[in-house]
């Protein structure tokens, strides 16, 4: 579903009187948190796992790495290096491929990449906490119940890096 496909969706699913108030998508943002707590340990990881199985010639490794080589097989370290390393650009390429739609009753939310539409009433997502960054981004984190076959638990949702524009539509489409 492209963003042509979004809307059509929502226009034929429209509730009586409902009315699209914005559209738009998530800013992408590379030097968050994610890149400080993830990426750099696992460049590091990556650097100390291949330092440890190849060894520095001439180079004694250090009483504390002898100990990290022999306690951890180099590779569950390569693995966890692995994962630090992919799974943050995964992360930003699912929410570049992320729409909302705002109405004057709910928001949606469509991940393009899977085909997955949910959507909450506004009153839930104005009750949210809301997380405002130095750069005029905003996150809103809120708990929402998953439904399904065999299951019925509490979750949390988020909409992540939403713009101003995002936080005007919701307050105008609150009234």
Do not use: C
């Not at 409902?18 to 400080?36: C, D, H, T």
């Not at 005007?168 to 489409?173: D, G, R, V, Y």
């Amino acid at each position: 579903m492209d963003k042509a496909g979004l809307r059509s969706w929502v226009e034929q699913n429209k509730q009586a009187g409902e009315e699209i108030v914005w559209a738009g998508s998530p800013k992408l943002v590379f030097m968050r948190g994610l890149f400080f707590t993830r990426v750099l340990p696992g460049l590091a990881l990556f650097g100390l796992a291949t330092w440890f199985h190849y060894g520095a010639p001439g180079i004694p490794l250090p009483d504390w790495a002898m100990f990290l080589t022999e306690a951890f097989p180099k590779e569950v370290v390569w693995l966890l290096a692995a994962l630090l390393l992919v799974v943050p650009p995964l992360r930003s390429y699912m929410l570049r491929h992320t729409r909302y739609i705002i109405t004057n009753r709910r928001v949606i939310k469509a991940r393009i990449f899977t085909n997955r539409v949910r959507q909450w009433p506004l009153e839930v997502v104005a009750k949210a906490r809301r997380i405002d960054y130095s750069d005029g981004l905003s996150t809103y984190l809120f708990e929402d119940w998953e439904d399904g076959p065999h299951r019925h638990e509490r979750i949390s949702r988020g909409i992540y890096f939403v713009t101003r524009d995002f936080n005007e539509a919701l307050q105008k489409a609150r009234g």
